[in-house]
């Protein structure tokens, strides 16, 4: 722990259940902020933008701005601007986030790319198959993340990989992953917090997206057992993170600590 410098944060499922803080992770976040280490809160929520996080979580007592949120449709965006500029994208996603996907440029009609964001309400068939039918036009299919479920204070939901495995499947494509797990994504939070990824942890509930996916990328990842976890998912999954803890209350104990990895 002696060389950690920064710590990325998953927001859904560590810090918040459907926004409600769990319990001791305010303090948690404010006693990290104050042993200087840098923290990004790193996102695949795609129905807030940046902004309306940051007042959601500063509202319930969490010390952070819109700054220190890399979202998913915020990476899409800059993905889309380099990969695919000037295409025409035809967005499936539940919630606003036209402020976070500043540049694109979003149709109806004639897409050229399928942006697939997070599952809710908009996901009915016709929604659903009118991005099967631009597929079948020979449209690119881009998605922002391939989580199947996520936790609110209902129980499990399902999110937007659910239905995207169905697209890919009838329109045998591929889709290209712009948020986590893509390496990507972590890369590009490491270097808003200029740290390399020997010097950083990530923080998650997710063992596949957030933690077995950023210790690919040499970050030590830390496994929550709150939010979506499940104890079945993480004896099932083919990697083992290198810290759990009950909950992200329990992080600076661990931040404290000099035990080795």
Not at 183 to 205: K, Q, S, V, W, Y
Request: net charge negative.
């Amino acid at each position: 722990m002696d060389a950690v410098r920064a710590v990325l944060i998953d927001i859904d499922g560590v810090l918040t259940v459907s926004w409600e803080p769990i319990p001791g992770a305010v303090e948690a976040l404010r006693r990290i902020r104050e042993s200087g280490l840098g923290v990004a809160l790193v996102t695949n929520t795609t129905s807030r933008t940046r902004a309306s996080l940051a007042a959601k979580l500063a509202g319930a007592g969490f010390p952070v701005d819109a700054a220190d949120i890399l979202t998913a449709p915020a990476v899409t965006a800059a993905y889309l601007a380099e990969h695919h500029p000037g295409a025409r994208c035809a967005l499936l996603n539940s919630g606003d986030i036209r402020e976070d996907l500043e540049g694109v440029h979003l149709v109806e009609e004639d897409a050229d790319v399928v942006v697939v964001g997070g599952a809710g309400p908009e996901f009915g068939y016709a929604a659903v198959n009118r991005a099967f039918g631009h597929l079948q036009r020979g449209a690119r299919l881009i998605a922002m993340h391939r989580n199947l479920y996520w936790r609110t204070d209902r129980g499990l939901q399902l999110d937007g990989g659910a239905f995207l495995l169905g697209l890919e499947r009838a329109a045998r494509t591929e889709a290209e992953i712009t948020g986590k797990p893509s390496p990507a994504f972590f890369e590009t939070a490491l270097a808003r917090l200029g740290a390399g990824p020997g010097e950083a942890l990530m923080i998650g509930d997710d063992i596949e997206s957030d933690v077995l996916a950023a210790q690919r990328t040499g970050i030590t990842g830390v496994l929550v057992r709150t939010g979506k976890y499940l104890p079945e998912s993480h004896r099932a999954a083919d990697g083992t993170p290198d810290h759990v803890l009950d909950s992200f209350a329990d992080l600076p104990r661990l931040l404290a600590s000099a035990a080795p990895r």
